[in-house]
């Protein structure tokens, strides 16, 4: 993509996320253009009273003469003044209030969105790059919004009227008075063109002074223990070195150019070269001194609306960016449901993988072809190697996103024609990475049921094994997570565990829900497992084949693919990898060992 096409797609994307606002926006420049041209008003009015006087010169009657005029001319200035103020006034408060509605707008709108992703888009991210765009970005929107186009407004009505007056007293005088003003752009043109040369050598270091801290930093205690402090130090040091370069020559050309810049357009800069080039027709004859008047007032004037456009074109590029990035989460790729309506499903419905195949990147296959059905009232094990493709299938069943070919169905209905409360509440999960919200621990278990009692919320707990342990905490259920819940990671998963014996669902997947747990804690998540899955449809994700033996189906997962589906005996039986993996483990020298009598 070439510079003119990439800056067409930044200000075309720009343009889609202000469309809500986009009217009032213009309505607000409009406003300060106008203002803007009314405040320059005064000055032209200075120049015609002091001509009028120098003209009259000293004669008492003279003076009277004019008097009427002088008056005049200051109720017309004082009018247009107050009036140009006023206006651009109001174009700041429009321009604020839809800064305020589209910040408003936009954060509902993305979490409307992010209402309907997939789950497993969230995985994939790190949580500050939502933050960074529902925090950070819509408030950086705030320079474009707020400001930019009054500024802009302000900038073309001052400079459009200042033109249009100047060439109406002096074509000659009024383009040696504009000529700093061109000038100026051809320098931050030549700034901005300078700096963007060395833009990727600039974000590069950025970008590798920032792995070299995430390194150094993660890194200590290797660092530490073998004695290569020096080495890092080193590391960090020509990080640091390379940005130090990078940014020399990003800064340099800018600095230099801008100064430059801001030096031709100063007051006192145009007003030399109105007063030489003045000097200069008056000697010539072309004028007279009172018709530099004028320019000297007019000129000097267009130079505080050009530097504050100037100042705010600097955040332009910074808004740009951040629109670019909420224009993108607004349309992060979300589920969409089959057509028709879902039927009211039966609480033992039966699940039904069929022909199920998946791919992150749309070329490898994370699974394929698989196909099993999960009987009401019975457990199911996956098991396999790691990345084998068993997590995925868990996820894929939670909808957590949709497959790439093949379907699930829950009672004879897809997934996908089941809205995401009425999934939820037949199909309950504990996943091996808890995920719990800044609240209380009473508003996390009834984050599926915000309405139920203590009552139910304390029995919930009681069957996850965590009851006793929220007690002892100072505010007990009211006890904020990260605050002052401060919990190990097995009794977060209990609480999570609370929360699924609360929505109370028939089916439930779970994938390796005692992995990151203590040996103490495993026993109790045990224990708490087992009482809630009584009675319901279970598939189990599981590394340790000992503790899926009992399972009414186990099916081997190698490779995305089935490789082999029986109960432990007939897979045992069958002598084929699953037997391979039990011997390899251990398990039946231990069960032996276990029923010893010795």
């Not at 005064?42 to 004019?66: E, T, Y």
């Not at 000697?283 to 008047?293: K, M, N, R």
């Not at 995925?392 to 909808?399: D, G, I, M, S």
């Amino acid at each position: 993509m070439s510079v003119n096409e990439a800056k067409a797609t930044a200000s075309g994307t720009v343009s889609q996320v202000l469309q809500p606002i986009r009217g009032r926006l213009i309505g607000a420049g409009t406003l300060a253009a106008l203002g803007s041209m009314l405040t320059m008003v005064p000055l032209a009015g200075i120049a015609h009273i002091a001509q009028l006087a120098l003209s009259q010169g000293d004669a008492v009657g003279n003076w009277a003469q004019i008097g009427g005029q002088v008056w005049q001319v200051l109720g017309v200035s004082l009018g247009c003044l107050f009036l140009g103020m006023i206006l651009i006034s109001l174009g700041e408060m429009i321009a604020h209030l839809a800064d305020n509605r589209i910040t408003g707008h936009l954060r509902l709108a993305i979490t409307r969105r992010l209402a309907k992703v997939p789950l497993g888009w969230f995985t994939s991210r790190a949580s500050g790059e939502v933050k960074q765009a529902m925090q950070e970005d819509i408030n950086t929107l705030h320079s474009l919004t707020a400001h930019f186009y009054t500024t802009l407004g302000r900038t073309v009505g001052a400079a459009l009227i200042a033109v249009l007056y100047l060439f109406a007293m002096d074509w000659r005088m009024a383009i040696v008075s504009l000529l700093p003003f061109p000038l100026f752009f051809l320098f931050v043109a030549r700034a901005t063109k300078a700096s963007s040369a060395n833009m990727q050598a600039f974000g590069a270091g950025m970008a590798r002074i920032n792995n070299a801290v995430v390194e150094f930093v993660n890194g200590i205690p290797v660092v530490k223990a073998f004695g290569v402090e020096g080495k890092a130090h080193g590391s960090y040091r020509e990080a640091v070195d390379a940005f130090a370069a990078a940014f020399t020559d990003f800064t340099r050309p800018l600095v230099s150019a801008m100064a430059n810049a801001h030096a031709l357009i100063t007051p006192v800069a145009v007003l030399g070269i109105v007063l030489a080039f003045g000097t200069l027709f008056v000697s010539l004859g072309w004028i007279t001194p009172l018709q530099i008047l004028p320019f000297a007032l007019v000129a000097p004037g267009m130079c505080a609306p050009l530097l504050l456009m100037s100042y705010i074109t600097h955040d332009l590029h910074n808004a740009t960016g951040a629109a670019q990035r909420v224009h993108t989460l607004l349309h992060t790729p979300v589920l969409e449901n089959l057509a028709g309506t879902a039927p009211l499903l039966a609480q033992n419905a039966q699940v039904r993988v069929e022909h199920l195949s998946y791919s992150y990147d749309g070329e490898t296959r994370v699974l394929d072809d698989v196909s099993f059905t999960l009987k009401p009232g019975t457990v199911t094990a996956i098991v396999g190697a790691s990345g084998a493709g068993k997590s995925t299938l868990a996820r894929l069943l939670l909808r957590f996103f949709d497959p790439s070919a093949g379907r699930i169905t829950l009672g004879g209905v897809d997934l996908r024609q089941l809205d995401t409360a009425q999934l939820y509440r037949h199909i309950g999960f504990v996943l091996q990475e808890v995920r719990l919200i800044h609240a209380s621990l009473r508003d996390n278990i009834a984050l599926g049921r915000p309405g139920a009692s203590q009552e139910e919320i304390e029995a919930a707990a009681r069957t996850a094994n965590i009851h006793q342990r929220i007690l002892a905490l100072p505010r007990g259920y009211d006890s904020v997570i990260g605050e002052d819940a401060q919990l190990s990671g097995g009794e977060l998963q209990r609480v999570s565990i609370a929360r699924a014996v609360l929505l109370d669902p028939p089916i439930l997947v779970l994938d390796e829900a005692t992995a990151a747990a203590d040996a103490q804690n495993e026993v109790q998540i045990q224990h708490a497992l087992s009482r809630f899955a009584r009675g319901r449809t279970l598939l189990v994700i599981a590394h340790r084949l000992d503790t899926v033996m009992h399972a009414d189906q186990i099916i081997l997962i190698d490779n995305g693919s089935i490789r082999e589906q029986g109960n432990h005996a007939q897979l045992l039986a069958r002598n084929g990898q699953y037997a391979r993996l039990w011997a390899l483990g251990g398990y039946q020298q231990a069960k032996e060992k276990a029923q010893s009598p010795c």
